[in-house]
């Protein structure tokens, strides 16, 4: 099969974006090819176990994953698949939510410095603190000149943990109009789906365009070579997350680890 | 009485810093001046608590002072005097040791920052983040550029800070290695001192003029319009701690803090 270009997802450091122009769905995909994604979503789900566990035993290395996008753009489902063989230990999925009034009281990202992961350690932002330069925008609670000084904060706290050994790996879940009005009828027609339902979904889906706008601006002001987005097409759930999963797996092929010498001579051990 | 000059001791950004050339004692202060000290101290004491109850009434601003010295120059003292008559609601004191396992594991700013004040509070740093460019460049763990980075990082860390309503006062409580001698030998002699006593203070005292270097080399580099250091005069303990509370004031009525409007009508609700 032709591998997943990834590599064609990223966005290139301060290049203007308008995400109206990205595809929503694979490029063409032959129907071999997607016959071959779930043998292809095995092999990396293993290899992303061998190299996790390493990652985690050496304590060298840590990986954040950032996972943003519209509503049913698939980041719980994305997490749910791409992580269902893999040992918490090490891992943790952090969401978050509204700020809460303790949170409030502190700058933006207080509440995600505190659960960023140490070394040897796999976190998944399923939301992070890019929603605090999109909801208050769209909402039009701050200007833009305040914006401008959070991206300017994002990007230097996002060196700050590269620079501490923490790879960072953005992901953009970009799904359409069209798939996300699908994807919202399933759920009011699916009773088991009802308590996903929020009135706020429906608000924001008023604003898709806004909320377009918001997220290009965002993503070129803090896509850099330490901390790149990727703008992963979400309109296929096997391929998105077939993507996510490559981009993890490479992202941890790169660091080059190998398991800790051990601290004693294993040869003085005998079994009796 | 003459004014506590505490600008004086203020450090402009970037310039060149000697610490041997600055006083470990105030420019020559009369004895009539030295007996209205005790005074002084308890009119500070009094609009310190009246600006603090207001700084916690209103939650719009927050306060964090950061105190740094070599052992024995007074930090413990001077947290233990000037925080005398305020109440706890609303002030914390953090101390910050030897960084722990977890600690190590994550970026050094990743356990500073989960202490910082919400709006509201006044925070005291019982040593800081400042140790993190002081002891292992004295002990040759990290190369200059490693130590500029992280001066770059601090830089960014506080003005996210003060971005979001945080005064941030700096000082560093500078004692004579002739002071210094006085008071270690006091602990020594004195068995309810001796808890205090840690062989890392005499290992320190080895390293003196390395210390002072680093130390000025990071207050050059880490002062700010809105993240000053102040070089305090610590021989003397009341001058010192004089000093600190009138940078503390000063900052708090710069906030032009006033008590929060109540959020109903006081003249619905009648006494029976």
Redesign the interface.
């Known amino acids: 099969m032709n591998a997943i270009n990834w590599s064609d997802w990223r966005i290139p450091d301060g290049k203007a974006l308008d995400l109206s122009r990205l595809p929503t769905l694979p490029k063409a995909s032959s129907e071999t090819d997607k016959l071959q994604w779930p043998a292809r979503m095995t092999v990396l789900a293993e290899e992303l176990n061998r190299l996790q566990a390493m990652l985690y035993a050496s ?1 060298t290395r ?1 990986l954040l994953l950032v996972l943003q996008g519209m509503d049913t753009s698939g980041k719980d489902g994305c997490i749910r698949t791409v992580f269902a063989h893999i040992s918490p230990l090490g891992v943790r999925a952090e969401a978050f939510g509204v700020p809460q009034a ?1 949170e409030q ?6 509440r995600i ?2 659960k ?1 992961p ?4 796999m976190v998944i932002f399923n939301r992070s603190h890019y929603e605090d330069v999109l909801v208050p925008v769209v909402k039009g609670q701050i200007k833009h000149a305040e914006c401008e ?1 959070r991206w300017h ?1 994002i990007r ?2 996002e ?3 590269s ?2 050994g ?1 790879a960072i790996v953005k992901c953009y879940l970009h799904i359409s109009k069209d798939e996300q009005k699908k994807r919202l009828q399933a759920r009011l027609d699916d009773p088991l789906k009802h308590w996903k339902v929020q009135a706020s979904d429906f608000e924001d889906r008023r604003h898709w365009r806004a909320y377009m706008h918001a997220y290009a601006q965002a993503i070129q002001a803090t896509s850099s070579d330490t901390s790149p987005w990727f703008v992963v097409p979400a309109d296929s759930k096997a391929y998105r997350d077939l993507m996510v999963a490559e981009l993890l797996v490479h992202t941890l092929q790169s660091m080059t680890l190998c398991m800790p010498r051990p601290t004693l001579d294993v040869r003085d051990f005998k079994m009796k």
């Open positions: 304590k840590g303790l009281r502190h700058d933006f990202l207080w410095h505190g960023t140490a070394l040897g350690e000084k904060h230097h706290f060196s700050l943990l620079d501490s923490i």
